[in-house]
């Protein structure tokens, strides 16, 4: 087991626990879910041109927030709708432009040791992306609850959407080398589904949120690495069973 | 007060030929007013007229035509009519009333005080807003405006959802915030009563048209009559 890479996917937790937060509060799973699947096709380019994969991820990642933004101002109607027929055909796009190794790695990600651009990078967007949701914290709680009431508490909705769109596109982005295209929407989705149902207030919910996250990060990487398998699935399995203990034990 | 009245200094509103349409359906249409700086505004008018309409025009919530121009500085305070709320969302009652004070700056000692003035105990609060009776949010959402030292305050029928006593309380506290701390306030009310006695304009949105005036000359049997399209009984309490 390699304690960068670790330590690296645990601070990934915590970024991924406190958007996951707003993501699962806001109700926007499956859009979440679909959006990350953008970063396929960045990833085929980057590896066409040469250039770090990462690079090509981030762009396309940045461009769908972007798109999903300019989406949500200008039609009210069936934006999931749209979010779901793009975004799978980026998926299908992106798997004929990948091929082979790369194509498994891209979709579930890969546990070798992150190359320096990889770890600066990393350590760059949980510094951005966990301390610009702690900031923005009190604008995003109230544009949840009601953007007419934030509208009136001086928050530019406009504004804020695109931030956070962009700051869900970084994370996405943090956790693709670990856990792939596609299983780092789970990690947005699944820890922070699970804390909802513990959570009575906004502190419980962003902590729990994100010690989930970071749990099922450690012991899904421990688990995967007895069982020499890639981490990814392994974490997500993880995650979801906390989920399904949650299920159990608030029914008991 | 006529419809092209020029703008004063001291209106702290100017809205000017307000149209607001969805599709091909026109809600509002070249509708234009000034609210004077601590002063009330009664919006009144059948189900439909466009009233709630007005005031998401006013916070910038829907497109519209036309002017709406606040006063520098001005602070706006919302009582929106309902909220679609997800009934299991983690956050208290303080948790969003914090984020308001939070951005406005202001302090615990405001908000402890505001709790008390809306009469929502601080149990209430601790508890998510999806668990809270529909009166006791109604509070809470009035407790949010009025937190933050807003110099404006906008209520879509307040009171609705709240036991009588405590509508009593919510309109004197609007009515002596509005005395002591200058406050304007426009109010959307179907209680016409009530309009008759604080209001010093009443806005009266019709189905073809609008009028404004005093209560004395908007709020007569006629006048009613031709905005509602039927008879509008206007009992009047003495106090």
């Not at chain 2, 505001?114 to 407790?143: D, E, N, W």
Request: hydrophobic residues 50%; proline residues 4%.
């Amino acid at each position: 087991m390699i304690t960068e890479t670790i330590l690296l996917a645990a601070a990934m937790g915590v970024a991924a626990g406190l958007m996951g937060s707003f993501v699962v509060m806001r109700r926007m799973a499956l859009a979440a879910d679909a959006l990350s699947h953008v970063a396929l096709p960045g990833i085929g380019i980057a590896l066409a041109l040469h250039i770090h994969p990462l690079i090509g991820a981030v762009a396309t990642l940045v461009f769908g927030a972007l798109l999903v933004w300019a989406l949500e101002e200008t039609t009210r109607t069936a934006t999931e709708t749209i979010i779901g027929v793009v975004f799978s055909a980026a998926l299908a796009i992106g798997s004929m432009m990948t091929t082979g190794d790369d194509l498994i790695d891209a979709l579930f990600g890969r546990r070798d040791a992150p190359d320096w651009t990889e770890t600066l990078f990393a350590s760059a967007a949980v510094t951005v992306v966990v301390g610009m949701i702690i900031r923005q914290r009190h604008r995003l709680v109230l544009a949840l609850v009601s953007p007419d009431l934030a509208r009136t508490s001086g928050v530019n909705i406009r504004r804020l959407n695109l931030l956070y769109l962009q700051l869900f596109a970084l994370t996405i982005a943090l956790g693709l080398r670990y856990l792939g295209v596609l299983l780092m929407g789970s990690m947005l989705i699944i820890p922070a589904a699970t804390a909802k149902r513990f959570s009575r207030n906004l502190t419980e919910m962003l902590v729990l949120s994100a010690v989930m996250a970071v749990a099922a990060i450690l012991v899904g990487s421990i688990v995967a690495d007895w069982l020499h398998r890639e981490p990814g699935p392994v974490i997500v399995s993880v995650a979801a069973l906390g989920f399904l203990i949650s299920l159990w034990r608030r029914q008991s | 007060m006529a419809p092209d009245s020029a703008a004063t200094p001291a209106s702290i509103l100017d809205v000017r030929n307000l149209t607001v349409r969805f599709g091909d359906v026109t809600v509002l249409r070249d509708v234009s007013f000034s609210v004077p700086a601590a002063t009330s505004l009664a919006v009144i008018g059948p189900n439909g007229s466009g009233k709630t309409v007005l005031f998401k025009a006013l916070i910038g919530a829907l497109p519209y035509e036309g002017t709406v121009q606040w006063a520098p500085g001005v602070r706006l305070g919302y009582v929106p009519q309902k909220l679609d709320l997800q009934r299991d969302v983690p956050i208290t009652g303080l948790d969003f009333l914090r984020a308001r004070t939070a951005l406005a700056g202001s302090s615990d000692a405001d908000l402890a005080r505001t709790l008390s003035l809306v009469g929502l105990s601080r149990t209430a609060c601790l508890r998510p807003i999806g668990g809270l009776s529909g009166g006791q949010f109604q509070r809470l959402l009035v407790a949010f405006a009025l937190v933050g030292e807003p110099t404006v305050l906008l209520l879509d029928e307040p009171t609705s959802g709240v036991d009588e006593p405590g509508q009593e309380r919510l309109n004197e506290l609007v009515h002596r915030l509005e005395e002591e701390r200058g406050l304007s306030v426009l109010l959307i009310s179907h209680e016409l009563s009530l309009v008759y006695r604080y209001a010093k304009t009443v806005l009266c949105l019709g189905r073809d048209g609008y009028s404004i005036g005093p209560p004395t000359t908007v709020l007569t049997g006629s006048a009613l009559q031709d905005m509602y399209g039927t008879a509008v009984g206007l009992h009047l309490h003495d106090h």
